[in-house]
């Protein structure tokens, strides 16, 4: 059996955040906002990239010629976008509108939202579609293939040994069930009760008067 140790340390799960900034703040402002993080214990605070001025950004739409330096931060304590972003705001002096904060699975769906923002040039129009009919998403091999990953998995319960060993029983009882029998007869059924049979009178005896 694991030990709670086993179990915390496996357990344990990292909260990551893009933090990007219009403009580049100074060092002193960075060393406040790493501060500010302490609560939540920070893993790494480090700076990933820094796009040069441009006069429009797509992450701060309302400013212009400025650069977006973006800084990767890792926290061990669960926090919220919304938490780093005044967190942020407040130590780096900054509005809010000028600070963008996301974890992992926001910045995924930002890529993923603007995957075919860039023009390739090639019509679409005249092209046909991938032959594919998707029978492994849907349809009879794709139950088949779930029966098999299915029959990997065999959840078999685990025995523990315990001080009360010897009052339990051995093994599941079962419970026996007594066979039943019955004797069918075939004539029930097979004739009717209204002038099937004659009905005997009985015989009437003359007594002495």
């Known amino acids: ?121 090639e019509s679409i129009l005249g092209n046909d579609y991938d032959k594919e009919n998707n029978q492994h998403l849907a349809g009879q091999s794709n139950v088949m293939s779930l029966l098999k990953e299915l029959n990997k998995y065999k959840h078999q319960g685990e025995q523990y040994k315990g001080v009360n060993d010897q009052l339990l029983a051995k093994k599941a009882p079962t419970e026996k069930v007594a066979k039943v029998t019955s004797k069918y007869d075939k004539s029930i059924g097979t004739t009717s009760a209204i002038g099937s049979k004659q009905v005997t009178l009985p015989t009437a005896k003359l007594g002495k008067f």
């Open 1 to 121: 059996m694991k030990s709670f140790k086993q179990h915390l340390l496996e357990s344990k799960q990292s909260y990551e955040f893009k933090v990007k900034i219009a403009g580049e703040p100074a060092d002193e402002q960075l060393d406040k906002l790493k501060g500010s993080l302490d609560r939540f214990v920070v893993e790494l605070f480090q700076r990933s990239t820094r796009t040069p001025i441009q006069e429009t950004q797509v992450d701060f739409p309302e400013h212009h010629n400025i650069s977006v330096t973006t800084y990767d931060i890792k926290l061990s304590y669960p926090a919220t976008s919304f938490q780093v972003r005044q967190l942020a705001a407040d130590a780096l002096g900054l509005s809010e509108c000028c600070i963008k904060v996301r974890n992992l699975k926001e910045v995924e769906e930002q890529e993923l939202n603007h995957k075919y923002d860039e023009k390739s040039g």
